[in-house]
């Protein structure tokens, strides 16, 4: 178990608001099962990589699969615009690039966002 100042305490819990209302922008609802998680993560009772864990063993590039025009004929990876052919680099690079923009965007600077894309009103 980690301990947490409050501040940080409180950041957590901002991260864990900030990730739940992500996915609400992408359409996907959150379970209460897997928010309890987060949160407890968030808390310091349980390693985050516990809750990840959950999500990640199904989920590989390997789901491209298959004759698709989005697929790198060589290498059987998603076409990207970094030009990466390797499906570890590619999976590592778009964990760093959510982590950036969810760090990035408080949940008031994601509604004005939303509110100039016209995809809700404020």
């Keep these: 178990m980690t ?3 409050e ?13 739940v209302a992500q996915q609400e922008l992408e359409g996907l609802k959150v379970s209460e099962a897997t928010l309890e998680d ?12 516990q809750v990840i864990g959950k999500f990640t063993p199904g989920l590989s590039m390997s789901q491209y699969s298959g004759h698709d025009h989005y697929l790198d004929p060589a290498s059987g ?9 390797d499906a570890a680099t590619l999976e590592a690079t778009e ?24 995809a809700w009103p404020v």
């Design 3 to 5: 301990t947490f100042t």
């Design 7 to 19: 501040p940080e305490l409180e950041r957590n819990m901002r991260a864990v608001a900030h990730a």
């Design 38 to 49: 987060m949160r407890r993560a968030a808390r310091g009772e349980i390693p985050p990589d």
């Design 77 to 85: 990876v998603l076409i990207n615009c970094f030009g990466i052919t």
């Design 95 to 118: 964990a760093d690039l959510v982590a950036a923009r969810s760090r990035d965007f408080s949940l008031p600077a994601l509604e004005r966002l939303q509110f100039v894309q016209g």
